[in-house]
T-cell receptor
């Protein structure tokens, strides 16, 4: 069964601190993995997209890693800001237009 | 990149009435659009795939007679929630894919009272 799991379910950190979110998947065949940021009451916004051959991709303070062998990905947020408070969703595409969504990690950044 | 616009962003309706949600692809011709539903603190769940000029494909468990989808042009898909009930209250999001990218609308918060 194609599944995407994320941990932790929720996370609270202080402003300026770093954090890492985890994503494990069993989707096959694998095409690409994406991380999205979803603010409350808004649609998801793409942060990174990685294909099978990519191990690391950065977008500003966001750095995503991918280990296709172990089927794991992480999203590292550096020097967190209050505006980083959101849900972060890991999505795996298994070719075509079939996307499998993870449950998300709800991040709260406190001043 | 493609920009997807959804309207309305929120709607409150009475139980038993119907509500139409529009999804527009502003600068990308989309033969396929996707409709998702998201309950509080849960992830997006695919409801149906909207196909331009043909019938939509519904996911298992989604009632096609209740959630009517029309994709009459390459830039517009509509989702109509018919005879809405309070349990239909949710966040509805549409999506358009182009190449590797998937673009999401802003979402529509539906509250049925």
């Amino acid at each position: 069964k194609n599944q995407v799991e994320q941990s932790p379910q929720s996370l609270i950190i202080l402003e300026g601190k770093n954090c890492t979110l985890q994503c494990n998947y069993t989707v096959s065949p694998f095409s690409n993995l994406r991380w999205y940021k979803q603010d409350t009451g808004r649609g998801p916004v793409s942060l990174t997209i990685m294909t099978f051959s990519e191990n690391t991709k950065s977008n500003g303070r966001y750095t995503a890693t991918l280990d296709a062998d172990t089927k794991q990905s992480s999203l590292h947020i550096t020097a967190s800001q209050l505006s980083d408070s959101a849900s972060y969703i890991c999505v795996v595409n298994n070719y075509g237009q079939n996307f499998v969504f993870g449950p998300g990690t709800r991040l709260s950044v406190l001043p | 990149g493609a920009v997807v616009s959804q309207h309305p962003s929120w709607v409150i309706c009475k139980s038993g009435t119907s509500v139409k949600i529009e999804c527009r692809s502003l600068d990308f011709q989309a033969t396929t659009m996707f409709w998702y539903r998201q309950f509080p603190k849960q992830s997006l769940m695919l409801m149906a795939t909207s196909n331009e000029g043909s019938k939509a494909t519904y996911e298992q468990g989604v009632e096609k007679d209740k959630f009517l989808i029309n994709h009459a042009s390459l830039t517009l898909s509509t989702l109509t929630v018919t005879s809405a009930h309070p349990e239909d209250s949710s966040f509805y999001i549409c999506s358009v894919t182009g190449g590797f990218e998937a673009f999401f609308g802003q979402g529509t918060r539906l509250t049925v009272v």
